[in-house]
C-alpha cells in the first residue's frame, strides 16, 4: 500500500489540527498514512514514502525554522525525492500574514527535488491556510489535498 508522510510543526495546534484532516483524507483514498511532528522526523524519512505533505505556521511570511531545518538538511538525498507526489499547508494569525508565500516556499523545495506537485483550481491553488483555528473551510481544503495527493500517489504507485 503506498504511503504518504504528513509532517507539521505546530505550536498553537492549529497546523496539528490541519495535519490531522489532511491525515484523514489520504486514509480515506486507501493510502496508509504516517503523521509526524517535524521534531519526530529524521531526513532519512523523506525517501521510503511515496507522497509527502508538509504543514507549517506563518512565520514573517515564510515556514517555520523547524520546518526549514528539515529542508535544508534534504539537500542530502537530492535526486532521491524524484517523482515522489507532495503537497503543503499552512496555518497564520491573519489574512495578509504571507501564508501562500510559506505554502509556495516548501511546493518550491518539492519542485527542486524532482517532486510532483497538483495545484487546485478551487478553494486554496497552492495548498490549504487556515486563519488562526481551522474553520469549515480551511478542514474541507485540507481534506481535498488529503485526497488529491492520496489520488495521484495511488495512480503513480497503487
Not at 498553537?12 to 491525515?23: L, Q
Given at each position: ?50 507522497g509527502i505533505i508538509i504543514g507549517s505556521p506563518t512565520y514573517y511570511g515564510g515556514m517555520a525554522a523547524e ?15 524524484a517523482g515522489k507526489v507532495g503537497g503543503a499547508f499552512s496555518s497564520a494569525g491573519n489574512i495578509g500574514g ?61
Amino acid at each position: 500500500m503506498p504511503t504518504v508522510l504528513i509532517i507539521y510543526y505546530s505550536r498553537s495546534g492549529n497546523t496539528a489540527k490541519m495535519a490531522e484532516y489532511v491525515r484523514e483524507a489520504v486514509v480515506a483514498e486507501g493510502c496508509a498514512a504516517v503523521m509526524k511532528p517535524v521534531a519526530e522526523v529524521e531526513v532519512a524519512d523523506l525517501l521510503e514514502p511515496q507522497g509527502i505533505i508538509i504543514g507549517s505556521p506563518t512565520y514573517y511570511g515564510g515556514m517555520a525554522a523547524e520546518i526549514k531545518q528539515l529542508i535544508d538538511k534534504s539537500v542530502k538525498y537530492h535526486g532521491k525525492l524524484a517523482g515522489k507526489v507532495g503537497g503543503a499547508f499552512s496555518s497564520a494569525g491573519n489574512i495578509g500574514g504571507g501564508n501562500e508565500t510559506t505554502i509556495r516556499s516548501i511546493l518550491d523545495a518539492f519542485l527542486i527535488h524532482g517532486m510532483i506537485v497538483q495545484g487546485t483550481p478551487k478553494g486554496d491553488h497552492y495548498g490549504p491556510v487556515a486563519i488562526g483555528a481551522p474553520d469549515e473551510r480551511s478542514e474541507t481544503c485540507c481534506r481535498e489535498l488529503g485526497s488529491i495527493v492520496a489520488r495521484l500517489v495511488n495512480r503513480l504507485f497503487g
